[in-house]
């Protein structure tokens, strides 16, 4: 990566920013003259007023981007964080002890591979259809992630590490603390990072469903009532605030954990 | 960690059993504990209410189209991603024309692109294949990008002191160097597309095995829901296994990885 | 020498023996092999790559169990690793989340609880190692020479009666890896260690060792075993050298 990024020249910059503006310039153009149907293809100028709507009257009516953005944003992070609280401990636990690994693993393997949101029945008994189903879908997707990259965190811990610790006279709490921990660290990472993306990605089917607030019932909403530009505006929100979370991630990630680039998870 | 190699060696069902315990515990709990089905209906309960509402060929008709949109979408994004993934990252001019769009749409979660697919393509077959070729196409794209471009430049250097240039360079040194991440990156989407196309299934459609866990809301049968929820992951566990054994063959046959 | 042949030795080997369960080839990997280590002596084992030498050094290091036979320091059975007995790898083992001082504090934190002077105590062997000004630097920002120059640093910062040093200058260039030689030998002559030292280059062994051991593969067994009654510092001309330069070739042949 760092070889392809290292050397970053002017044409890095120009080419695509004119790409960008070309495509867009050319979309405005096609869409005014009447060669792109404008419900098919929002025009730029149309989704800018879209958002101006969106911030002031909101849509539906009232509901303004502010709340449903806010909302979204809760629903993530209350299921990330509940998660992440969970399998940390758990996954420790599981990479530490072979025999538990052994165990557990198929159980892992196959709770990964269930679709999250094919659990929306089972969470709507359990927990309504208000913000608990969705915390829990989300806290569902991001779980498994977390705990799947926990144990093999703790699994890839350089053994020789620990030999080499083990020379200096480190006890086990001490190993544990800070041998252990400080190795799994950047695979952590990696998985909480992978771990929102799944989150935000639950977060959009599950408002799609039996709810008009967050941004994923915004989107939904608005194709029902032939609002695309509402829905277009909706999707650049929505992919911004993904953006945002990952880059925010990566810069906390490099400030706590300055000594080394950031590692690939697990999905 | 030599613990586990013995442990492997001696207990190699323990993995099952681990399930098999917790399946038993399951349907215990079940019938003891809280014993109402409407809130969690036991394993066996769950089958029992499958039964009822669905015959064999029924169930593998839900699967077969399931898995046929899957692949559907999967083989479009596999040959557009590998395709694109493989030409950004050997011409650089061709990735900074392509690189800044696809990382513009990246972020946009493929879910969020349904009521517009919906919107380009109707509520048919075309809008479910696109939303999963979205969620397919990225990962790959990506991997099969980033491996050409951590080819080691070694080893096109040793390759052209041995005359072997051009596209020859491209499909006998760029790509096998390359293949493993190319093979990551497929893995990668077609979980990916398995995950989406479930989501795809609830929201609009009428058959495949998103449909049949939305249908247990109408029936009133959560034991159906359980039933579709188990299906949904142990088909997308054995396609994993089956893609994952399919590119180990094809990359051993041609003899790129030791 | 100045190795007191009535003190009780510091190191005893005996008979020991070790395969690894799984491993495929029939002769394990050391063989019934025994030696005596004196306090204060600079051991030097030699061998070619895969004749047991790492095998062995964990064994005395305590990192590994014998299959059978004994390890002996100071008379009492070794059963773990630490307890007086540093340990230089041959990948050099450095925490890749602390800096170079931080890898020598690590070390010196049970000697010296006060950080200041841990840390001071760090710079100060940093400097020794050759390092000085590389305090702040993380593992992976130095290269594989610099890497192998901490870990010496941070088994030094131990300050053990017994030093294991597993091919601890294969990294390095053939001129630092001299400096190193000599440094080593200053160090060792200042503060009197007991030097189990690994290595594969012939030179390397008679410039350093009180004693050379010859190591064969399948099964780990010594061939030969020379003396090297040599005031130090040694110089590469010196025909008695040369001489056990010779033998030591024709041994491993
Ligand atoms: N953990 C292990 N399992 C199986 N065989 C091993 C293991 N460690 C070392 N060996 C084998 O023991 C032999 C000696 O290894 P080692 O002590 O590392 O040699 P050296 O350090 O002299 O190069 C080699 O043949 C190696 O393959
Ligand atoms: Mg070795």
Redo the contacts with the bound molecule.
């Keep these: 990566m760092s070889a392809a990024e290292g050397h970053r020249d002017w044409r890095d910059v120009v080419y695509p920013l004119a790409l960008i503006g070309a495509l867009l310039a050319g979309w405005e153009w096609a869409a005014t003259h009447g060669y792109l149907r404008p419900i098919r293809f929002p025009p730029p100028s149309t989704l800018l007023a879209s958002l101006v709507e969106l911030v002031r009257e909101g849509f539906p009516e009232g509901i303004t981007l502010g709340t449903h953005f806010a909302l979204t944003m809760q629903r993530i992070l209350a299921g990330f964080a509940l998660a992440v609280a969970l399998a940390v401990p758990l996954g420790l636990a599981i990479g530490w002890y072979p025999l538990l690994d052994r165990l557990t693993e198929s159980v892992i393997a196959f709770c990964r591979s269930v679709a999250t949101l094919s659990l929306l029945p089972l969470a709507i008994v359990w927990f309504g259809t208000g913000e608990g189903s969705k915390v829990f879908l989300i806290g569902y997707g991001c779980f498994w992630v977390m705990l799947a990259n926990t144990v093999a965190a703790v699994r890839q811990v350089d053994p020789l590490l620990v030999r080499a610790a083990s020379t200096m006279d480190t006890g086990p709490a001490e190993m544990f603390v800070r041998v252990v921990l400080p190795a799994v660290l950047p695979r952590l990472f990696a998985g909480a990072r992978i771990a929102l993306g799944v989150g935000f990605m639950v977060i959009v089917g599950a408002e799609m469903i039996g709810t008009i607030h967050g941004l994923g019932a915004l989107i939904m909403e608005a194709r029902t009532f032939y609002r695309s530009d509402i829905t277009v505006v909706g999707m650049i929100v929505i992919g911004g605030l993904g953006f945002a979370i990952t880059a925010a991630m990566q810069r906390l990630e490099r400030l706590l954990l300055p000594w080394q680039a950031p590692v690939d998870g697990a999905r | 960690m030599?613990t586990d190699a013995r442990l492997a060696a001696r207990y190699p069902m323990l993995g099952l059993l681990g399930a098999l315990a917790l399946l038993l515990a399951w349907e215990l709990a079940a019938r003891w504990l809280w014993r109402d089905p409407q809130v969690l209906p036991s394993p066996i309960q769950s089958i029992q209410a499958a039964a009822r509402h669905l015959t064999l060929p029924e169930v593998a008709e839900h699967v077969g189209v399931s898995v046929a949109r899957v692949v559907g979408g999967f083989v479009l994004a596999a040959v557009s991603g590998v395709a694109l993934g493989i030409a950004c990252g050997w011409y650089r001019p061709l990735s900074r024309l392509v690189r800044p769009l696809v990382e513009l749409l990246r972020p946009i979660p493929p879910l969020a692109w349904i009521p517009m697919a919906i919107i380009w393509f109707g509520l048919g077959e075309p809008s479910k294949l696109f939303v999963i070729f979205l969620g397919a196409f990225f990962p790959i794209f990506t991997n099969a990008w980033r491996g050409m471009r951590s080819v080691p430049p070694v080893l096109l250097r040793a390759a052209r002191t041995m005359d072997v240039d051009g596209l020859a360079l491209l499909f006998r040194v760029g790509i096998p160097a390359a293949a493993p991440d190319i093979t990551t990156g497929l893995r990668v989407g077609f979980g990916l597309a398995f995950g989406i196309l479930v989501a795809a299934e609830l929201i609009a459609a009428e058959s495949g095995m998103g449909y049949l866990v939305m249908q247990s809301r109408q029936l009133g049968e959560l034991g159906l829901a359980v039933f579709g929820i188990f299906l949904i992951g142990v088909v997308s566990l054995v396609a994993d296994m089956a893609l994952a054994t399919g590119m180990r063959r094809l990359i051993r046959g041609r003899g790129t990885l030791s | 020498m100045p190795v007191n042949a009535t003190a009780p030795p510091k190191i005893v080997v005996d008979r020991v023996a070790k395969h690894?369960p799984?491993?495929a080839?029939d002769a394990p990997?050391l063989a019934d092999l025994s030696m005596t280590i004196a306090e204060n002596e600079f051991l030097v084992l030699l061998?070619?790559?895969?004749?047991?030498?790492?095998?062995?050094?964990?064994t005395i290091a305590g990192l590994e169990r014998a299959s059978s036979g004994t390890v002996h320091v100071d008379g009492a059975p070794v059963d773990r690793p630490g307890q007086g007995k540093g340990m230089v790898f041959?990948q050099g083992a450095l925490f890749p989340w602390l800096t170079a001082a931080g890898n020598v504090a690590f070390a010196a934190r049970k000697r010296l609880p006060d950080a200041r002077a841990r840390r001071a105590r760090a710079r100060e062997l940093l400097e020794l190692v050759g390092l000085g000004g590389a305090e702040d630097k993380y593992p992976s920002e130095l290269s594989g020479g610099m890497q192998q120059r901490v870990a010496i640093a941070r088994a030094l910062a131990l300050d053990p009666e017994i030093l294991l040093m597993?091919?601890p200058f294969g990294a390095l260039d053939e001129l630092t890896r001299i400096e190193m030689q000599q440094e080593l030998t200053r160090v060792w002559q200042a503060r009197r260690k007991t030097v189990v030292f690994?290595t594969?280059s012939i030179w390397e062994g008679l410039m350093l060792a009180d004693r050379i051991m010859v190591?064969a593969?399948?099964p780990?067994r010594i061939v030969l075993e020379r003396q090297i009654a040599i005031d130090r510092p040694r110089r590469r001309t010196d025909p008695e050298l040369i001489a056990c330069y010779e033998d030591i070739w024709r041994s491993l042949q």
């Design positions: 030599s | 690894f799984g491993d080839a990997v061998g070619r790559s895969g004749c047991g030498k790492t095998t062995l050094l964990n041959q597993d091919e690994v594969h190591m593969a399948r780990g």
